[in-house]
Structure formats: C-alpha cells, structure tokens
C-alpha cells in the first residue's frame, strides 16, 4: 500500500492528502470517517463535528502543512473519505482513471 501518495502529479495535492492521512491515523479517526454522514448541503467545510475541529487542528500543527481554505479543508476531506470508504489501493486506481 502506498501512503506516500508519489502517484499524485501535483505536489500540494499530495502534500494535503499526506498530511491528511497521517492525521486521520494518529488521531485513530478512520473508522469515524467511513461512517461520518458529511451533510451534502454544508459539505465539510460548514459541518460542526468536534473530529473536524481535531483534524483541522492537527494537520495545521504539523511541519508540511499547506494551509487551507474552506475549499481545500473539504477537497482533502472527500479524498481521506474515499480512502476510509474504499482503501488507497482504490483511491490509487480512482485517481489514474481520472487523470
């Protein structure tokens, strides 16, 4: 399995999803997130969960922290959710056949 996500061509992308998913697995959020119903009409830039307040939190606190928007907070989140959903060999292959 490949975390390192060298696969993804844009480096920010990358560096969010990195940093994203070493926050989601220090915080031993997986299972909360596969199972997190994002309201479709706040997504998750406007959603009150204390587990977002966390991961936020975190991933500003790290050393590769990109910064983020709104937009870009809930861009990184819907990824680390496939991943939760799915597995990175999957978000792997979504990402191939997107690009």
């Known amino acids: 399995m490949d975390t390192t996500f060298e696969f993804i061509s844009d480096r920010n992308t990358r560096q969010s999803i990195q940093n994203g998913y070493r926050t989601i697995t ?3 959020l997986w299972d909360w997130l596969r199972q997190y119903q994002v309201n479709e ?12 307040d966390r991961i936020i939190q975190y991933m500003e606190s790290q050393p590769d922290s990109v910064g983020h928007s709104g937009g870009s907070f809930g861009f990184t989140m819907r990824h680390l959710q496939f991943i ?3 597995g990175v060999d999957e978000y792997k ?3 191939y056949a997107n690009t």
């Open 93 to 95: 292959k979504s990402y």
């Open 41 to 52: 009409t706040n997504g998750f830039m406007f959603s009150n969960s204390p587990n977002l």
């Open 84 to 86: 939760a959903k799915n």
């Open 26 to 28: 220090n915080l031993e």
